[in-house]
């Protein structure tokens, strides 16, 4: 059996002296997606065949709206349907394949991933405005999803377990719950379900997507995917990622890769009877509708949901002081704070706050705005107009209604994208600020006075993704970790707040509105979701 090992891709080139090398390679691949991939016009793949709309979408980048990524199908209804019925055609054979066989192919498209792991970073970073570092991370994530997952599946030998019940001397006329009888063969099997709609976000294009269709396919389930497509749009790395299978060797009309609003195709999907179940992750208004509507007809469906998080951290007065604004700025501010992930909101207990927000505000002055394909830059635009609009609501918001300690300004870079000021806003906890969901580089703060408030309130939202805590005393940290209500938590995490969970060794799980099975990404739990058991008793 194969052992898992991350990626980390540019940890290998730091700790080997070769960063020149790591900017090298992006650089390089940025300048030959310009050339050769953006610009053109993509079609949908249904059963493997090339499909075109009468009408189309046209991608433009985040970073520069006048550059024209790619011009891609408004798929309809009726493709959607097509698409169905492709991925239930293909269940059978792909079903009945040798976990070993599919191992192996998931496998193979890792390889390929990490044989185009900088041409892949570049079009992601054209496509949702990431650094480089950001981009380059993500795909080896993605990598190391498919690794982990092959891993898990031969680790747990494709969920088939065996057992025998012993036969007995003395036999019964009529049988009953215990009766002694003849021997048995017992096989434990997990089965798959049928075709998975996979609805991807914008945000992480790449490794979630990937993510989400691994764990379907690797179990024996067969797939519609939609990349993001509407205002936020992901679709030619979408493309990339359908490319990676099909080289691997998936099977045509294993999975089918289609495009268009999610109002349209993202529901024929999710509400069709001959979908089996659906792998989404995005809002938690889009992922609750689609599950009220399913269980509201009475029809069943599986639903394996991540939808996002309103994620604390607390700092305490026992505090390191410059680790909590590392971590916490880097949290809150990377990828313009678009992550389900991001630090949004700080307690800092009163008797350090004045020195926290000093340092913060210090650290976030660092940060350098602008295109994310420059190496110096670390936040680069917000993913669309709408966006923007969001941010200047709640910034006029937050001056009537708390206290601006810094940002709240657009930035001009030249550029025809939407470039802000990360945002630290000090207001109430009772403030829709501190429970709503903003996706925007904004960080509320307040401060407390009791640790055991400060819990409280960390735990007063619908969401429960992630959290971090920074203190020293032993005695907090074993609080925090007893009582935060939160899948995924950090303590003195100095790269991270509340982001970067790291496949393998970290679960990304959401409790509460955040998810719906307690179970995460990356770890033990993920595959069982996309199978059922079965007991098989044979009488030897």
């Known amino acids: 059996m194969a052992v898992f090992e991350n990626e980390f891709t540019y940890r290998k080139f730091l700790d080997s002296g070769r960063e020149e090398e790591f900017d090298r390679l992006f650089d390089l691949a940025v300048e030959d997606a310009k050339q050769n991939v ?41 493709h959607a349907r097509q698409a169905v019925e492709e991925a239930l055609n293909a269940f059978d054979s792909w079903s009945s394949t040798d976990y070993r066989e599919r191992v192996e192919i998931m496998r193979n498209t890792a390889k390929l991933m990490s044989e185009s792991k900088f041409p892949i970073a570049a079009v992601l970073s054209m496509e949702n405005g990431k650094t480089r570092y950001e981009s380059v991370g993500e795909v080896d994530e993605a990598i190391d999803f498919l690794n982990y997952y092959s891993f898990d599946m031969e680790r747990n030998k494709g969920y088939v377990r065996k057992s025998t019940l012993a036969a007995t001397m003395n036999k019964v006329r009529a049988g009953f719950q215990g ?20 609805i991807a976000p914008f945000n992480f294009p790449v490794s979630i997507s990937t993510g989400m269709s691994a764990g379907a396919l690797i179990t024996g389930n067969t797939v519609v995917f939609k990349p993001s497509s509407s205002e936020s749009k992901s679709m030619l790395t979408g493309l990339k990622i359908y490319e990676m299978y099909r080289k691997a060797g998936v099977p045509e009309g ?14 024929e999907i999710s509400d069709s009877d001959k979908v089996s179940g659906v792998v989404f992750t995005g ?20 639903f394996v949901v991540e939808m996002g998080g309103k994620n604390p951290a607390i700092v305490s007065k026992y505090a390191d002081l410059d680790k909590a604004v590392m971590g916490i700025a880097g949290a809150a501010y990377g990828f313009a704070g678009q992550k389900c992930s991001a630090c949004s909101r700080v307690y800092v207990h009163e008797s350090v706050k004045d020195e926290f927000v000093r340092k913060l505000v210090e650290k976030i002055k660092e940060f350098k705005i602008g295109d994310p394909l420059k190496k110096d830059v670390y936040v680069g635009p917000l993913i669309n107009h709408r966006a923007l609009e969001d941010y200047k609501t709640y910034t006029d918001y937050a001056k009537h209604n708390g206290r601006v300690l810094y940002g709240g300004n657009i930035v001009g870079t030249g550029l025809e994208g939407d470039y802000v000021e990360p945002e630290l806003v000090e207001i109430d906890h009772s403030d829709k600020l501190f429970h709503q969901e903003l996706f925007l580089p904004f960080l509320v703060l307040a401060s407390y006075s009791d640790f055991d408030d400060a819990i409280k309130k960390a735990n007063d939202v619908d969401y429960g993704l992630t959290a971090g805590l920074y203190s020293e005393k032993q005695s907090e940290i074993k609080k925090f970790l007893y009582s935060i209500e939160a899948g995924t938590v950090y303590v003195n995490r100095e790269i991270s707040a509340t982001t970067g969970a790291i ?34 008793a044979v009488v030897k």
């Open 38 to 78: 953006i610009g053109k016009r993509f079609p949908m793949y249904i059963g493997g065949r090339e499909v075109y709309a009468s009408e189309q979408i046209v991608e433009y980048s985040p970073i520069d709206k006048r550059i024209v990524l790619g011009t891609f199908q408004k798929g309809t209804k009726e």
């Open 179 to 198: 009766a002694p009888g003849s021997g048995e063969n017992v096989k434990i099997v997990m089965k798959p379900y049928g075709v998975f709609g996979v």
């Open 254 to 267: 294993v999975f089918n890769y289609i495009t268009g609003s999610g109002a349209e195709i993202g529901s």
């Open 283 to 302: 809002s938690r208004m889009v992922g609750m509708d689609m599950i009220a509507r399913t269980y509201n007809e009475r029809k069943q469906k599986i």
């Open 503 to 536: 496949v393998g060794l970290h679960t990304f799980v959401g409790w509460k509105g955040s998810g719906l099975t307690g179970k995460g990404t990356g770890s033990r739990m993920y595959l069982q979701q996309f199978m059922r058991e079965q007991s098989q």
